[in-house]
């Protein structure tokens, strides 16, 4: 055995019995007495014991009425009877009714009666043994589980990526091979003009080309803008930088940007006053895209003679921005549409201006992710008005 000592609960009734067999085994286990059933089920309570010996005979509760409540209460212990020779049906009932280890005869040897608890306490290790292992190889499966668990979401969630930015490597392609081809063939050939028969052209058809060299270019870079802001917004998330910035400069600025292409398609882009100055919170980058966009948009549909606008509409905790067109404005089936699962058809201007169709899901996304809503008040025929809203500084 072990240096380990178990813990040993030997019955007997007659104490010259416990006196002899605590002397005789408590060198090598810890020995714990008593004198009835009823005590050793007290004592079981108390403590923690590994092995049961018990005798047959006794008054009160017999051994085999005693582990059978052994039995019910701690299944876990090992159990052990001694009886004589002559109760055979004693027997008979402890090994079918209490699953008994070992029965032992009396009058028992010290020697033999040793062996049979070292073997019991044996089998009573190999058997907690085996529950430990038991228990490990549990554990280390539902461990081993959860491992190939979180390990197929992050091989779904890595598809689910992988498939975004296929997505987005498909859109793109498709932009770059389609929507920006035409202006850049229109730009090719005009340069192609102006390089090979510029002294054939008057003054003003070179400043008209030269005008419209100027809007192909803008077209693209918009184009390319909006292409690269919508494919970080889709791989990286697109967290603004939100800061107290002056939304009457930005609006200046991007008035001034389309002052040129408003010419060129001889449309009145109202000049922007506001006396006083306002200051939201937002992020420059962000607000200068949408109002770039916005601009864009509302040039690129309307006709000539027609107004764009921008105003702004102090409330209480935001402002309200507005670019307002006389253009031919947005039908209720494409308004509809308009942000539903990422809806992005590109639609020709009024002067076959082309574009991805990103521009306008890109505002509501960016303006959303600062706090702001997005509204799209139009007829077709009858122009349109796209105004968001942003927090003033401290809301």
């Not at 380990?4 to 009734?13: E, P, R, S, T």
């Amino acid at each position: 055995m072990s240096a380990k000592k178990y813990n040993i609960l030997f019955i007997d009734d007659e104490p010259n019995n416990l006196i002899v067999f605590k002397n005789s085994f408590f060198r090598y286990y810890n020995i714990i007495t008593a004198e009835s059933g009823e005590k050793g089920l007290k004592i079981l309570e108390d403590n923690d014991i590994h092995l049961v010996i018990t005798d047959q005979k006794m008054p009160g509760m017999t051994g085999v009425q005693f582990l059978e409540k052994v039995v019910e209460r701690y299944p876990s212990i090992l159990r052990m009877i001694i009886t004589a020779y002559s109760d055979i049906e004693v027997i008979i009932q402890a090994i079918n009714k209490c699953g008994i280890y070992q029965y032992v005869l009396k009058p028992w040897d010290s020697r033999d009666l040793k062996n049979n608890i070292d073997n019991a306490l044996k089998s009573y290790q190999l058997i907690k043994d085996n529950e430990e292992l038991v228990g490990q190889l549990r554990a280390s499966n539902e461990t081993l589980e959860q491992k190939v668990l979180d390990r197929t979401q992050e091989l779904n969630q890595k598809n689910l990526q992988l498939e975004e930015i296929n997505s987005i490597k498909d859109k793109m392609f498709t932009i770059i091979s389609h929507d920006m081809r035409d202006p850049m063939v229109s730009l090719a050939v005009l340069l192609e003009v102006l390089s090979t028969a510029n002294q054939n052209l008057s003054e003003d058809k070179i400043e008209d080309y030269l005008l419209k060299v100027q809007s192909y270019v803008r077209d693209v870079l918009d184009l390319l803008n909006n292409l690269l802001q919508w494919s970080k917004s889709r791989v990286e998330g697109n967290y603004p930088d939100l800061e107290e910035v002056n939304i009457n400069l930005i609006i200046k600025h991007n008035l001034d940007m389309f002052k040129i292409p408003a010419n060129i398609k001889k449309i009145d882009l109202l000049p922007f006053v506001h006396e006083e100055e306002l200051f939201v919170k937002g992020d420059e980058q962000m607000l200068n895209l949408i109002l770039r966009n916005l601009l864009s948009n509302a040039i690129k549909f309307s006709s000539e003679n027609s107004r764009v606008s921008i105003n702004v509409y102090p409330e209480k905790e935001f402002i309200k921005v507005s670019v307002k067109d006389t253009g031919i404005g947005i039908s209720e089936e494409v308004q509809q549409k308009l942000f539903k699962n990422g809806y992005s058809k590109s639609q020709r201007g009024t002067a076959q201006e082309k574009g991805a169709g990103l521009g306008l899901n890109l505002c509501k996304e960016f303006i959303e992710k600062q706090n702001g809503v997005l509204f799209v008040d139009s007829k077709e025929g009858n122009g349109s008005e796209i105004s968001f809203t942003i927090p003033l500084p401290g809301f």
